[in-house]
């Protein structure tokens, strides 16, 4: 009898060391895919690339800059563009910035500036650079509110370089690989 509870126990224990083992085990996690490499090649003339990158910009109501932007040198900056407000401020400003540490604030806004810089390497490839400029409004005690430079962790870039480089070339370059070309909340 005592060999039988035995078995049944030891049965019992190795049931519930596997449940436990497989909660910890998540076999259909997707992986993250790697950001693009910035800067990208891409096989097209700079030309193009120019027209279609304003064409996007356009589509998805991003103000290019005309007085800082030098299309004949290849580089499109565009104006800041507010991304979020009120609550949710500190939590978009941290998905795409590293805000600085040194104290604690009350975020109530977030915008960027995106840079394009295209370099030609030859009469068919350039190279597309992206770059971007987060800031963060914050609120003062006596309602001086001002803007914070933060240092970008790169999503906002590879989203945009993913976004630009998927329309130019026909391809589906977004993480969540869903047909569908956007370029943060914009579907173009």
């Not at 597309?128 to 914070?148: C, F, P, Y």
Request: glycine share 6%; net charge positive; charged share 25%.
């Amino acid at each position: 009898m005592r060999s039988i509870l035995r078995l049944v126990w030891l049965g019992f224990a190795v049931s519930c060391l596997g449940q436990a083992a497989q909660g910890q085990i998540q076999i259909d996690r997707p992986k993250q895919e790697p950001p693009l490499p910035n800067p990208y090649t891409i096989a097209v003339p700079r030309e193009q690339v120019i027209k279609i990158a304003k064409e996007v910009f356009t589509a998805c109501k991003i103000p290019v800059d005309d007085e800082a932007s030098k299309p004949p040198d290849a580089r499109l900056v565009t104006r800041y563009v507010i991304f979020t407000k009120g609550v949710t401020a500190k939590d978009d400003l941290e998905h795409l910035a590293t805000l600085p540490a040194s104290d604690v604030r009350y975020w109530i806004q977030g915008r960027y500036t995106l840079e394009l810089n295209l370099l030609p390497l030859d009469s068919k490839r350039s190279q597309l650079q992206v770059t971007a400029h987060i800031q963060g409004r914050i609120s003062g005690v006596m309602n001086d509110e001002k803007w914070i430079d933060s240092v970008s962790n790169g999503r906002l870039e590879d989203e945009v370089l993913r976004g630009l480089a998927g329309k130019i070339l026909g391809l589906d370059l977004s993480i969540k690989g869903n047909n569908r070309r956007r370029l943060l909340n914009c579907e173009y």
